[in-house]
């Protein structure tokens, strides 16, 4: 699934000769420089902590994903345009101000200022375009309340507790690389603690002066577990016990473990009622996603691309499932 695609251009700003360099595309007649995407892959990669060289792959991968995210760009920008988005003068000259602190503008040559400030403001702008833009198009207004009765069986997994155990555990602690007498030896200290516990031996006594979890302190209560908390072979353990029962010894990868199983709790449907807020929240966010990729598609479908400097096919390029964060 897509998603915007803003990387912030005015991270780039420094290379802000721009206007006669070398076309990497035009999008709707809007110029893309080959400096622009230059400078954007590298600053994505820094931003990505990749260091050094990227092999070939990884870097041709990145510069796709970077490829569609300026276009997707320019053609959102286009369309706030279109849409005739009001731009807000001091909201955007707050963006200005806080470009200029960012790229300590002040220490630039003065006779560079004139043409800086002109693009920062033009890029005050778009970035202003863009928000609103978003903003207005993820705009959800609240359901009626059959939509979202709707919503919430289409999705009851989302609104159903996942079944919850209460366990108590105690682990002899063996290396993994210990010899095969270590783990005999342990096995064997598990089951005369079993058996100490059959006879009416406190677990929670014996935990605190055998067990190597963390646990141990209070008893081996392992508090409330969740499904896939556990590794497998535990979890197959567990699944078997009734309430109050006590394992049979289980092989772990840290040792040799004991658990009783004190509460299970069985799986819930939370009611609408319940879940009301969360249910609201997670439909008005699916459909403004609905309607953001709904507008990515429309203006990528119109769209008028010329790949000047590069060879790079549009589709191939929006195939990436970009995820580039704002």
């Given amino acids: 699934m897509f998603r915007v695609i803003f990387i912030s251009l005015s991270l780039i700003l420094p290379a802000l000769v721009w206007a006669a360099d070398a076309v990497f595309?035009?999008?709707?007649?809007?110029?893309?420089?080959?400096?622009?995407v230059d400078t954007a892959v590298y600053m994505?990669?820094?931003?990505?902590?990749?260091?050094?060289?990227?092999d070939e792959g990884r870097e041709q991968a990145l510069r796709r994903e970077v490829v569609a995210s300026?276009?997707?760009?320019?053609?959102?920008?286009?369309?706030?345009?279109?849409?005739?988005?009001?731009v807000d003068e001091s909201a955007k000259q707050q963006l200005y101000k806080k470009m200029l602190i960012r790229y300590d503008v002040e220490a630039l040559p003065q006779d560079h200022r004139q043409k800086i400030d002109a693009e920062l403001l033009r890029r005050a702008e778009e970035q202003y375009l863009l928000q609103q833009?978003?903003?207005?198009?993820?705009?959800?207004?609240?359901?009626?309340?059959?939509?979202?009765?709707?919503?919430?069986?289409?999705?009851i997994e989302k609104f159903t507790t996942p079944p919850k155990l209460r366990l108590s555990v105690i682990l002899l602690k063996v290396t993994p690389s210990a010899p095969s007498q270590a783990w005999q030896a342990?096995?064997?200290?598990?089951?005369?603690?079993?058996?100490?516990?059959?006879?009416?031996?406190s677990f929670a006594k014996l935990a605190r002066m055998h067990s190597g979890d963390a646990s141990a302190d209070d008893g081996g209560d392992l508090g409330v577990v969740h499904q896939g908390m556990l590794?497998?072979?535990?979890?197959?353990?567990?699944?078997?016990?009734?309430?109050?029962?006590?394992?049979?010894?289980?092989?772990?990868?840290?040792?040799?473990?004991?658990?009783?199983?004190?509460?299970r709790q069985v799986s819930k449907v939370n009611s609408l009622v319940q879940v009301r807020e969360r249910a609201l929240g997670?439909?008005?966010?699916?459909?403004?996603?609905?309607?953001?990729?709904?507008?990515l598609g429309a203006v990528r479908s119109e769209a008028e691309i010329e790949m000047v400097g590069g060879e790079m096919v549009v589709e191939m390029i929006w195939a990436q499932g970009v995820d580039v964060v704002q």
């Fill in 231 to 263: 590794s497998r072979e535990a979890q197959e353990i567990v699944d078997d016990l009734a309430e109050g029962q006590l394992s049979e010894a289980v092989v772990l990868l840290q040792g040799v473990a004991l658990f009783r199983l004190e509460e």
């Fill in 44 to 54: 994505t990669a820094r931003q990505r902590l990749y260091h050094g060289r990227m």
């Fill in 282 to 295: 997670l439909y008005q966010r699916e459909q403004a996603e609905e309607k953001w990729q709904d507008l």
């Fill in 186 to 201: 342990a096995k064997n200290e598990a089951e005369q603690l079993r058996q100490k516990i059959i006879s009416g031996a």
């Fill in 133 to 155: 833009l978003e903003r207005e198009v993820k705009a959800v207004a609240v359901p009626e309340d059959s939509e979202l009765q709707r919503f919430y069986q289409n999705n």
């Fill in 70 to 86: 300026l276009i997707d760009r320019l053609l959102l920008i286009e369309a706030a345009r279109a849409r005739e988005v009001a």
């Fill in 25 to 36: 595309a035009r999008v709707n007649g809007a110029v893309l420089t080959v400096a622009e």
